[in-house]
């Protein structure tokens, strides 16, 4: 250790407390301290104890300790005094026997009860039972009369010096009884010199005025040429500050975003109520789906309809789902039901979104994407919830392929941090050939989402005669593996130590 560092370092009230110390012989309360030292308040040695352990140079040792007060009637027995001793001051002055009639006329109806218990506990009394009940004193209660009792005592005792540390067995009696003292815990400390300490104050220190902060004045002045500035510690605890940032999902949403609009789309956007027409006839997911019954999808009371204005497209898609309509498709086979296809509900996924971009924009190129919530009625678990973030994309233009979306994508999720992306078959109603895209993370692979390119009996109706390469992804899922977390739930609850110390992305 740096004797001269350290003491250079040492504020005056640091000082104060070595030198206070030595004083005590190296150990004292910061009552002590206070009372011994130069300081005004106790916050003061406290203070300066804490930044001193930090530097070994004391040490701060906490306990508890039982202290006692006078309660309510414990100041009120202190004026006009125990119910006992009254009852026994009364018993003499009716010549060493009295009666309950003769108690009420000094005592509360709720403290003759009290009296008479403590009295014949203590045996200053005994109790003779003919036609009413007589309190007869006896030689003990006699010289008792003329004593101060032991609870007396404690009352007085508690009367001059409020908060007192006396002995469980002197007070069991009082505790007992109710309102008549009170009993907490406090913390103390005791601060003692370490050998450090020691060996600084050996090396001898002095407090003298010293400029421990820079300000404009002292610069302005010149005071600072006459003074010494004490040395800053850079090494020295601080406590943590934490600053206001994006919550960690909001940090993810918007390097997501950045992404793709580096790799060069276009942002778009759409309402969480939509109809069963746009948010799955269109994509030629059949009306007798599974997905379409309650347990999957939220259905709205009000509205509970969306009128589809357009009687032309309607008819299109009406044709694809029965019979394939102009594609090369056989269709579902059904007769379509413009009913179903007008109920109302919360989006179940951002393709809805993406088919209607589409729509109204038929002609390529375009990259667009999406990242919005969407709604199921999902149990909530650690990897299901009800409402849940989407991350949608497509790139329409001549001569787009399968090898051109598995680029994309290996692409997009290289920026996002996953250097192992893999690729295999899968199924989706409205692409074909579809895919599913899998990460490697902790040492196994996960999958994020499912790909693959509309079918035809998606785009024909909407006039699409490009190929479009289409995606979907699950922005919880990923957020769980980039921040660590098993319970998906955890991404939404207020834990404030967790999104206090989650680094920024």
Partial sequence: MNLEKKIKELSQNEKKVLITLNKLKGSASPEEILKHGDFSQEVEVMNASS??????????????????????EGKQFLDKGLPEKRALKLIIDKKGKANLKDLSSILQNNEIPIAIGWLKKNKWIFIKRDKETILEITDKGKKAA???SPEEKILNILNEKPNSELDKDQVKSLISRKNIIKEKEIVTSTIILTDNGKKVLQKGIKVEDEISQITSS???TDSWKNKTIRPYDINAFAPAIYGGKPHPMIDLISKIRQIFLEMGFEEIQGDFVESCFWNMDM????????AREMQDTLYCKNPNKINIDNKLLVEKIAKVHEDGGKTTSTGWGYKFSNKEGERALLRTHTTVNTIRFLYNNPNPPCKVFSIGRVF??????????????QIEGIIHEKGANFKQLIGVLKEFYK??????VRCRPGYFPYTEPSMEVDVFWNNQWMELGGSGIFRPEVTEPIGVKDPVLAWGLGLERLAMLKFGLKDIRDLYISDLGWLRKKSII
Avoid: A, M
């Fill in 218 to 220: 002292i610069i302005k």
């Fill in 283 to 290: 994509l030629f997911i059949p009306q007798d789906h599974p």
């Fill in 146 to 148: 003329e004593l101060e």
């Fill in 51 to 72: 930044w001193l352990q930090s530097k070994n140079l004391v040490q701060i040792k906490d306990f508890i300790k039982t202290v006692y007060s006078l309660g309510k």
């Fill in 415 to 420: 920026r996002i941090g996953f250097e192992k």
């Fill in 376 to 389: 199921r009625k999902e149990n909530i678990d650690s990897t299901h919830l009800p409402e849940f973030y």
